[in-house]
């Protein structure tokens, strides 16, 4: 499925640099998500915005910036990344926010942090 | 507290085997719930939701699950697996009111030739 792409698929970074993963949703969509998945543990709902307004911050650490200009788009910047950080981050979206809507993925950014 | 358990983090079957994939969660209300599948290197593809109604729902690839109350349950059943469905399955709960699922921590599927 296309509907939602992912850039870039791959990133390796210093924990000292700043760099961006970006989220296009061609689907028509309201509502956009950001989670991280790492190995052996759930996935991690990080940030949701709804109308490019920002409903849901799950507690994620400053390091990482989310920015929605519109609801097509979705952006984190992400700056003095920890090890702990390197994971595989998913971008979704859905028609509207809520826990009833099916989301739809990209194929996901996956981060390694030197 | 919403919470949702696959108690089988690795299964392994035959190729034309019957497959079923256990999902428990813990809720007050009825929930809604999805499950997901995620083939290596992508990202999760919705297979089937249920919100309400017919407790057997049907969904893509040949799969169906079915919703029991009773033992708070939702697993994914499919009757005869192909070689193509090896990946990992995932249960989603999501509680009304509210923007979140809680995923559970998946089942990875082999399926033998």
């Known amino acids: 499925e296309t509907g939602v792409t992912q850039t870039p698929r791959h990133l390796v970074m210093g924990m000292t640099n700043k760099k961006s993963l970006k989220c296009e949703q061609h689907l028509g969509h309201n509502a956009m998500y950001w989670y991280k998945q790492s190995a052996k543990k759930p996935l991690e709902l990080m940030f949701v915005y709804n109308f490019k307004e920002q409903t849901e911050n799950n507690s994620v650490p400053s390091r990482f910036s989310p920015e929605c200009p519109n609801s097509s788009h979705l952006f984190l910047h992400l700056h003095t990344l920890q090890p702990e950080d390197s994971a595989l981050y998913l971008c979704a979206s859905s028609q509207d926010a809520g826990s009833n809507q099916p989301q739809h993925f990209g194929d996901g950014t996956r981060l390694s942090i030197l | 507290a919403q919470s949702v358990t696959q108690p089988d983090i690795h299964i392994t079957v035959s190729e034309g085997a019957s497959l079923e994939l256990r999902c428990n969660y813990s809720y007050g209300a009825t929930p809604y719930l999805f499950w997901y599948v995620q083939s290596p290197g992508q990202g999760l593809q919705l297979l089937l939701k249920?919100?309400?109604?017919?407790?057997l729902v049907q969904g893509i690839k040949g799969f169906e699950a079915e919703f029991k109350r009773s033992q708070s349950s939702f697993n994914l059943r499919k009757p005869s697996v192909h070689w193509s469905d090896a990946a990992e399955y995932f249960c989603?709960?999501?509680?009304?009111?509210?923007?979140?699922?809680?995923f559970g921590t998946g089942t990875r599927l082999k399926v033998l030739a």
């Open positions: 989603a709960v999501g509680a009304s009111g509210t923007y979140k699922y809680i």
């Open positions: 249920y919100f309400s109604g017919d407790t």
